[in-house]
Nanobody, 122 residues
Framework: QVHLVQSGGGLVQAGDSLRLSCVTS????????LGWFRQALGKEREFVAA????????SYQAAVKGRFTISRNNAKNTVYLSINSLKPEDTAVYYC???????????????WGQGTQVTVSS
């Protein structure tokens, strides 16, 4: 059993920066690859970023590459998503997720958090 609890998000202006956090718990939580997905109103869920257990490998969706940075602190069982230069099209509910690193990249996961709303005003 793995639980993921998210924090962060909120209403920001275009061009602002934001950091989302997700704390994992459970016996297998330290073995997970971790990632972030988002779902905008009226659209399907899409992959955003993923990071391997060791943190040495990362992958990003083309639309966010260069602006978003995924990182993890295994001592704190926490994964982060730092977002720079936010755009209105980044508005969505963001979910952290856990699973095999390569599966996350392909858009599938085994565990997920409660989600947090990120709204970017123009």
């Amino acid at each position: 059993q793995v639980h993921l609890v998210q924090s962060g998000g909120g209403l920001v202006q275009a061009g602002d920066s934001l950091r989302l956090s997700c704390v994992t718990s459970g016996r297998t939580s330290s073995t997970l690859g971790l990632g972030w997905f988002r779902q905008a109103l009226g659209k399907e869920r899409e992959f955003v970023a993923a990071i391997s257990l060791s943190g040495t490998s990362t992958s990003y969706q083309a639309a966010v590459k260069g602006r978003f940075t995924i990182s993890r602190n295994n001592a704190k069982n926490t994964v982060y998503l730092s977002i720079n230069s936010l755009k209105p099209e980044d508005t969505a509910v963001y979910y952290c997720a856990g699973g095999n690193y390569f599966s996350l990249i392909k858009g599938t996961f085994d565990y997920w958090g409660q989600g947090t709303q990120v709204t970017v005003s123009s």
